[in-house]
């Protein structure tokens, strides 16, 4: 890892750790560590509304000292789940209870984004008709409206995990021949869309994040859609896994050097955040305090989310803090 970091580091700038404040925006993040947006489908009904146990996950959380929210896939159709009881955001009745979740957010000044989902079609994004995509996309148009009326501080598209924006990035699945496939900009149209139509709700206090694929299906390919995503208005972006290439049979999708000691998926976002100049959010197996520190400090990204690890100790930040100024008093 240390010579990973000496061949790779850009510039250093000013000094931060993982409990610098970040600003993006008018909006402060306390700290530089994400709650990524766990599906926590054992604590939602059928009808994809918020629970009481959903609510008091994200209090747990909140309390806990995080620095960013980002609220688990909602959908924008009830025929978009990825299994029936997941949250939805599908018409104006999902208001009223995804509110009691960014009144959390609000209440421990940690800022939540909510991320917005549609499952798609997997590899038959291709053949699918080019009016039910156009549907698709005013859905998400409507879903972005109810989350700014339901009090986030931003949304975040889904276009990550082989999921519909995903299908429609990937040039192995999507090789449409109409408006939202065939050249680079044609598979990006849906996103261009979906942000042109809705920029009156960006404003300074309203965030744009993106979940994408950094293999999409390889990490050059990854880097060329940050690098747009950034030119049409994105604030933040999220790493996270796509539409693999089906050659990569072994479980890491993309090449990293054997120095880099670190999830495949956390390079390909080192690597992305060198391209562009918005935050990047890794994610992947980053567990302990020692390892996000150490993404944080040495510039290898801007913030870092913690999944599994939160599941099982909900007050993790408070938890790496601690340890983090006992390592600083040796």
Request: glycine share 8%.
């Amino acid at each position: 890892m240390i010579i990973y970091f000496i061949k790779h580091i850009g510039k250093r700038g000013k000094i931060v750790n993982l409990f610098t404040p970040l600003r993006i925006k008018n909006i402060e993040i306390k700290n530089r560590v994400v709650l990524p947006p766990l599906v926590r489908f054992s604590m939602v009904g059928k009808d994809g509304k918020v629970t009481k146990e959903l609510e008091q996950w994200y209090e747990d959380v909140a309390e806990g000292g995080v620095g960013l929210i980002i609220v688990e896939a909602s959908c924008v159709a009830e025929d978009g789940k990825l299994r029936e009881n997941q949250i939805g955001i599908w018409n104006d009745s999902f208001i009223e209870g995804l509110k009691k979740i960014s009144s959390i957010g609000k209440k421990y000044k940690v800022p939540m984004l909510i991320q917005i989902h549609h499952a798609g079609f997997k590899d038959g994004i291709a053949s699918v008709d080019e009016n039910v995509l156009d549907r698709i996309l005013e859905q998400f148009i409507e879903a972005f409206k109810r989350a700014k009326l339901a009090g986030f501080d931003g949304v975040e598209i889904h276009g990550a995990h082989t999921y519909l924006i995903s299908q429609l990035n990937s040039r192995l699945w999507n090789i449409r021949t109409d408006k939202y496939g065939g050249t680079f900009e044609k598979r990006m149209f849906f996103t261009k869309e979906l942000i042109e139509r809705t920029r009156d709700l960006f404003n300074e206090n309203f965030i744009l994040g993106y979940r994408m694929g950094g293999n999409e299906p390889t990490l050059q390919d990854g880097i060329k859609i940050a690098k747009y995503l950034e030119k049409i208005g994105v604030d933040l972006i999220h790493i996270s896994s796509g539409v693999p290439d089906p050659e990569k049979k072994q479980v890491e999708k993309v090449d990293k050097p054997k120095d880099f000691n670190y999830d495949w998926i956390v390079y390909m976002g080192c690597e992305i955040k060198k391209e562009v100049n918005i935050p990047i959010i890794g994610v992947k197996n980053i567990k302990t305090e020692e390892q996000a520190s150490y993404l944080i400090e040495n510039k290898m990204l801007d913030l870092v989310a913690v999944g599994r690890a939160m599941i099982a100790r909900p007050n993790w930040v408070k938890y790496a803090e601690k340890n983090y100024k006992k390592r600083m008093e040796k």
